[in-house]
């Protein structure tokens, strides 16, 4: 072959080469450009947000969470195409506080709203201020307790909505702003005291029953906690309603859910504890355009990091107010601890109080300031069959030793429970444990935590006589005349 047609074919090869080596880098980077451009828009569009609030549900307590009678359906629909939370917690377990909590992103004590039915001062920033100067349509729904001064924090406040404040949701939805994205609270008044049969129907048996072992397992507990689970199954069906109005209007996979509680059941050694089965949530998230279905995580999350999260998944720009942190990059990817621990308290609510407690991957510390008193339930608690049985069991020395802790005298001051293994918090590892045991090490580890976080956060015992005194009486449940912050129910 001639020299000229050989350097013409090398020529040729050389440019072809060259211009496949341009297309590659071409596709490369528009593939590059359409990922960021995913990307972008995933983290920026403006999702609609609702979050389901029930009122004194127990984390376990709905199928998603492996209980095998109670009907959850939607809930655990819920979990099977998003994200469930293991290890979720509240902030306290009082009703007003934790609301208040989770809607500025602070911790009770920070909000002027820490102790039961206090108003949310008018200086506390909800997180719907941001949504709404974002463009966000905002309501809340139900039950509200948080008192005035928030109301203009919302486009709309409707309380009430029926026996268990769930009636009005579907309404609201569908004659929400169709122009703008939404942010919806849905509070229900379920599955709060007292209970009444027909909630469900059909209802929940005794036999459906799973009673937890810090209650005694007889026919009332069995009775008392089937109407709790009935209004539980009612709660369930008006997220179901909700769900299938998203579905209906087209925006259910591009719309935030969350289910969550606001404290724990209003049993004795539940709820108002600073306990496991006081703060300890279910917290299911569905939005599939960062959570793939059927995902759990065991990292630890705090109802405070509401806040930040929604925040971020809107674009919306973040308060300097809020002490929590997002969870976005654990909804990404589950193996994600976004936090180390959780810090929850204990104030007045019905009675006087002042506990704190740090949670971290194996252990919960307790401190309490008030060992004195006993570890009396919420006054609706009291009234309660369950604790009635409590009581007439305790009376007859027939209530077994992990029961009896409620009515024990002094208190420990200092706590630590090992709750991978011991989940309902029954043994308390620093019973009578050498100072220079490693028991005492890993307690004083979590009581450094503890200390640095009220530093950190401005929390400090007032003392003793500070305390807001008892509102109601110990035995009878019934409420002492001027004392306290004495709010009408929404409910009952």
């Keep these: 072959m001639p020299a000229r047609i050989r350097e013409a074919n090398d020529a040729q090869i050389l440019i072809h080469i060259v211009h496949t080596i341009e297309s590659l880098l071409m596709i490369r980077l528009l593939t590059t450009l359409c990922l960021f451009s995913l990307f972008v828009s995933e983290s920026y569009a403006q999702p609609n947000f609702v979050i389901f609030v029930a009122d004194d549900m127990a984390w376990d307590d709905c199928g998603a969470y492996g209980h095998p009678n109670i009907k959850t359906p939607n809930i655990d629909q819920l979990a099977e195409e998003g994200m469930r939370f293991d290890r979720a917690y509240l902030t306290c377990s009082s009703c007003s506080p934790s609301r208040c909590s989770m809607l500025t992103g602070r911790y009770p004590h920070s909000t002027g709203a820490g102790e039961l039915h206090l108003p949310l001062p ?47 949701w579907v309404d609201v939805l569908q004659n929400r702003p169709k122009d703008k994205p939404f942010f919806l609270w849905l509070a229900a008044t379920d599955p709060h005291r007292a209970y009444r049969p027909g909630a469900i129907d059909p209802p929940h048996t005794t036999d459906d029953v799973r009673v937890p072992p810090i209650f005694p397992d007889t026919t009332p507990v069995r009775e008392d906690l089937a109407l709790y689970y009935d209004e539980i199954g009612r709660f369930d069906e008006y997220i179901g309603k909700v769900r299938d109005e998203l579905s209906s209007q087209g925006v259910l996979d591009e719309t935030f859910i969350l289910v969550i509680s606001d404290n724990g059941r209003p049993f004795p050694r539940c709820k108002t504890t600073v306990l496991e089965d006081g703060v300890k949530t279910p917290f299911i998230v569905r939005y599939p355009p960062i959570v793939k279905p059927n995902q759990s995580t065991t990292s630890i999350v705090s109802t405070i990091d509401i806040a930040p999260t929604v925040v971020e998944l809107a674009g919306a720009e973040q308060l300097d107010s809020f002490q929590g942190k997002s969870f976005v990059p654990v909804l990404r990817t589950p193996t994600i601890h976004s936090r180390l621990s959780a810090y929850s308290e204990h104030n007045w609510h019905d009675y006087r109080a002042f506990e704190r407690s740090v949670c971290t991957s194996k252990y919960r510390f307790v401190r309490n300031w008030a060992p004195s008193l006993p570890a009396t339930p919420p006054a609706d608690a009291v009234r309660s069959p369950t604790y009635d049985e409590m009581k007439r069991l305790h009376a007859e020395k027939n209530l077994a030793p992990t029961q009896n802790l409620i009515f024990d005298t002094p208190q420990p001051e200092r706590e630590l429970y090992d709750v991978v293994n011991d989940p309902h918090c029954l043994v308390n590892l620093l019973t009578d444990v050498p100072k220079t045991s490693e028991i005492e090490r890993i307690a004083l580890e979590h009581e450094g935590m503890l200390n640095q976080w009220q530093q950190d956060t401005d929390d400090s015992f007032p003392g003793f ?24 129910s929404l409910k009952k």
């Design 465 to 488: 006589d500070k305390l807001t005194p008892d509102g109601f009486h110990r035995v009878t449940g019934k409420r002492i005349p001027g004392v306290g912050a004495p709010h009408p």
């Design 122 to 168: 008018a200086d506390q920033t909800l997180f719907s201020t941001p949504l709404r100067e974002k463009g966000y349509y905002t309501a809340s729904v139900g039950k509200w307790h948080l008192g005035d001064a928030a109301i203009s924090q919302m486009d709309l406040v409707k309380q009430g909505g029926g026996p268990g404040g769930e009636g009005d």
